[in-house]
């Protein structure tokens, strides 16, 4: 049986897309046979950031309508073949989801991969439900800016009402919090809620603190998870996230601001730390 | 009629009230069963057979006739007195209203009683302990009340229609709590809280470390700005005071 994560926020915007495909390629570098779906259909992106998005045919609509088989809608990523990715499609609407197909398309998955990563839509309607509803994990994505954070508490209070494990009065989702676009100097200069006030309010269990890094921003628009980049602190940042998931003790890194050589100051460099 | 008719005039006057009942839960609508049952107790504990009121509940009995004229024998001659009867058929309803017994309708959920009661025995296994004077008592109107145990989210909204409300945990901003009685909040309270609903004005909030997004007692209301500076942070008391909202320190 797999094990089902989502990826979630309530806001949009916060990384979600680029955490989810970070998260699935880390666990399939580790030998986990792993499947990431879009579930924002008609504003799909997964494909873009897995660098897919030639290749894709079919999507998870075409599959929950029996116009496709999963075997056909599924694309092999290119660097790891243990990871595939199902795309959402981008000319239909969430209300061509249903709860039934996706649990039939969950449960088919469920018997081939060890991980599904679900990355759902920004928001709390339809097509986020859907996309928590059967989750064992959830990974909430949190920027450390108050509407983030409320919005973060929003969606966790749907994960402990409105998924299968809270109807069925099974044990409760387990949720993690993802802190992304982490920048310490911001916070120390008071532009950002710092991470003892995020963890305050949520009062979750931290699986991993992104820092804001230009590489998310490249890796994105090269079609390459950031995690690929392991010489980026948002990289590492991701590899850590993966090995706490995978139930490792990794200390946190890049709470603080961290000290640049003189030569690095001199020459700028790139977010490459 | 005149409001301002003289009091002494009135021979009574009607108040609600909540008593505690101890309830005689009826597994067997068999007399002699009840009989046998009741004499082992009286032994066990006299102290409770003192003429003591009880409402006799059959919901879980499927008869659609009791022998409740017996039944009510048996028990007033085992010093308890049954002054009403709950759930139950029509016939039993009618019966009970002939025997000058009050009828009460069955009670919808009870999740406390699944683990008082011992499957096999006739009677509700009120533990009574022979040395303690005072029975086990089961209120019968419910006093209503709520307690939350867990973090309030944005969002959510948690309320007590009677009664008090107690979240142990934290109310985070945009969320409600409401109550028709107090507020009591072991946990930062950062959301909405709204006590006295109903239009209590005795009512309270009572939190610790107060940094609420709106405070209103039984209408009367603060919001965070309206909030001295000074109480941010702190564990208080809220409450009316000539129709105003005083926030005070909990010492």
Known sequence: MAKIIVVTSGKGGVGKTTSAAAIATGLALRGNKTVVIDFDVGLRNLDLIMGCERRVVYDLVNVIQGEAGLKQAMIRDKRSENLHILPASQTRDKDALTLEGVEKVLMDLSEEFDYIICDSPAGIERGAQLALYFADEAVVVTNPEVSSVRDSDRILGLLSSKSRRAEQNRDPIKEHLLVTRYNPNRVNDGDMLNLDDIREILAIDLVGLIPESEAVLRASNQGVPVIHDDKSDAGQAYADTVSRLMGEDVPLRFQSVQKRGLIARMFGGGGRR | ?251
């Open chain 2, 1 to 251: 009629m005149s409001l301002n008719r003289d009091r002494a005039d009135t021979a009574f006057t009607f108040k609600g009230g909540m008593l505690p009942m101890t309830v005689m839960e009826l597994a067997s609508a068999d007399p002699e069963r009840i009989r046998a049952q009741l004499a082992g107790k009286v032994s066990q504990a006299p102290a409770f057979f003192q003429h003591t009121p009880v409402v006799l509940s059959v919901e879980q009995i499927d008869e659609p006739h009791l022998a409740l004229e017996r039944i009510c024998a048996v028990c007033r001659a085992h010093k308890l007195l049954p002054v009403a009867v709950r759930g139950g058929s029509d016939p039993v309803k009618q019966s009970a209203w002939a025997l000058g017994l009050g009828w009460f309708p069955p009670q919808e959920s009870r999740p406390r009683a699944v683990e008082t009661r011992p499957v096999e025995s006739g009677l509700v296994e009120a533990s009574i302990e022979a040395d303690l004077p005072v029975p086990p008592t089961e209120v019968a109107v419910q006093a209503g009340g709520r307690i939350h145990r867990g973090t309030v989210r944005s969002g959510q909204q948690i309320s007590a229609s009677e009664g008090d409300l107690v979240v142990i945990g934290a109310v985070n901003p945009g969320a409600e709590v409401l109550a028709a009685g107090s507020v009591h909040v072991y946990g930062p309270l950062r959301g909405r809280a709204l006590a006295g609903i109903h239009g209590d004005r005795e009512a309270g909030i009572f939190c610790h470390d107060l940094n609420a997004e709106l405070l209103s007692v039984a209408g009367t209301y603060k919001r965070l700005e309206d909030i001295d500076p000074k109480m941010l942070g702190c564990s208080v008391q809220v409450g009316l005071k000539e129709d105003q909202l005083r926030i005070s320190a909990l010492t």
